[in-house]
């Protein structure tokens, strides 16, 4: 496949399709030219009022060779804009729960948190918290390969670290703390304006099993006036919602694990291992064993139609264009930048659509990023301010604000026959005899309509 300098950054990285949107700026998938490795490309302005992508940088290389942390390639400026490169990855949890009917069974959950709970440990261990715990955050890696089921934590532009790394001395404790994190999973701390630590990430982890057993949580689809107020209720909500009556019908060991983790110290540090006994005692009263297959592997035991045949041979199935999109969706979603929020781009399709690896070629990511530009952001968003790392509010759940939606697509979803750009040398007589003006690379365009949106 021909390339062109008009799509190319950082020296060897083809820009291809976009498949993100968020607060931060825009995802594209990308391909390495050296060794045509798929990559993930985002993009963030520069003049951003709460830029992450340098942050996010340094937080993968402290985690760099971790088990179920994506590898980073490069960081860097082209024009008015930073990007970071990182490792294509496959769908979100948030997807395949969509896939799943919106339920993972006992099992599934199980094994899912495990593996969640290491990846929040490691980066625990490595003095950082993370702040944004939501299934949207949380990706296997791409369809037939080893990584397949290997759950990957990304966007850690709200990490922050929570200890001196020499002296291991802990932050101190405060109140009247902005929010940080996504108001359907945060910890009921968090909502109280109170210092996050370790034991809040633990929390909102929590919030997440008990979303994916009981399909939904008892303080979704809140109204209010304002978002402020909305977060409020939330909050309460939480509060007044005993433990035992959010887990009943489920293994006890879930109340235990959420007993356990909002009885934790502001510096206290988790027994982890504890807290994985628990869902392995969990799965073991249920009579069931872990064998590594998850729901998204097989939906129906009659069928045979798991997440690999689906996707594989009947696209149709994930790709339905009057689905109604779920709660995580309709949600709105606050930004990094005070007073702003990104546009929620349902034109995405609900991101399970781009798991079709059979669609036909996308257009030019040129020519997506233009059309996208006229939308007004929406309104109504919760000003944050940035701390350390990044602050800021990010509402429910939304799978277009973070690396959750850096897919797996084949060759044919890269831009194809690219036309090639007029170079600035060759200039053109007009009538009067002067030489035409000369005309800008293909590059330069594109860094135009990435800034400009024209």
């Not at 709460?50 to 402290?62: F, G, H, M, S, V």
């Not at 942390?69 to 729960?97: A, K, M, R, T, W």
Request: net charge positive; charged share 20%.
């Amino acid at each position: 496949m021909a390339s062109s300098s008009s799509n190319v950054v950082g020296v060897h990285y083809r820009v291809g399709k976009k498949i993100g949107e968020g607060s931060f700026g825009v995802i594209f998938e990308g391909t390495n030219l050296l060794n045509n490795q798929q990559v993930a490309i985002k993009f963030e302005p520069r003049k951003s009022d709460a830029p992450q992508l340098r942050d996010e940088y340094r937080t993968y290389k402290i985690l760099v060779g971790c088990p179920g942390i994506p590898n980073v390639y490069y960081f860097g400026q082209e024009g008015l804009h930073n990007i970071l490169v990182i490792d294509l990855l496959g769908p979100s949890l948030e997807d395949l729960f969509d896939h799943c009917g919106r339920r993972f069974t006992i099992k599934t959950v199980v094994m899912v948190a495990k593996q969640m709970l290491s990846r929040v440990q490691t980066i625990h261990e490595k003095n950082l918290i993370y702040r944004d715990i939501k299934p949207d955050n949380f990706l296997i890696g791409r369809p037939g390969t080893k990584a397949a089921n290997v759950i990957h934590v990304v966007d850690f532009g709200m990490a922050k670290q929570y200890r001196d790394p020499k002296t291991k001395q802990h932050i101190p404790y405060r109140e009247r703390k902005s929010l940080s994190g996504t108001a359907r999973y945060m910890s009921i701390n968090t909502h109280l304006g109170r210092e996050q630590s370790r034991r809040d990430d633990l929390e909102a982890l929590g919030h997440v099993f008990m979303y994916f057993l009981r399909g939904g949580l008892p303080w979704q689809g809140l109204k209010a006036a304002t978002n402020k107020q909305k977060y409020e209720k939330i909050g309460e909500k939480k509060q007044t919602t005993p433990i035992k009556d959010l887990c009943e019908g489920f293994p006890e060991e879930f109340n235990k694990y959420l007993t356990y983790v909002r009885n934790l110290g502001f510096e206290d540090t988790p027994d982890y291992d504890y807290l994985r006994e628990l869902f392995t005692q969990a799965l073991k009263n249920t009579g069931e064993v872990e064998d590594g297959e998850y729901d998204w592997m097989k939906i129906s035991k009659d069928s045979g139609k798991g997440w690999e045949a689906m996707k594989g041979h009947n696209p149709n199935y994930l790709h339905n264009p009057n689905a109604r999109p779920g709660p995580s969706q309709m949600e709105l979603h606050s930004g990094h930048r005070g007073g702003a929020s990104t546009p929620h781009n349902q034109a995405q399709n609900l991101t399970v659509s781009r798991l079709n690896a059979a669609q036909p070629p996308p257009p030019s990511p040129i020519k997506q990023m233009a059309k996208s530009r006229g939308q007004q952001n929406a309104p109504g968003a919760l000003n944050a301010q940035r701390g350390s790392g990044v602050g800021g509010l990010r509402d429910m759940a939304t799978p277009t604000g973070s690396t959750q939606a850096q897919f797996q697509n084949s060759n044919r979803n890269l831009p194809q026959n690219v036309p090639q750009q007029t170079p600035m040398n060759q200039q053109q007589a007009q009538p009067n005899g002067r030489p035409a003006e000369p005309q800008p690379t293909g590059f330069q365009k594109f860094m135009k309509v990435l800034c400009c949106g024209m």
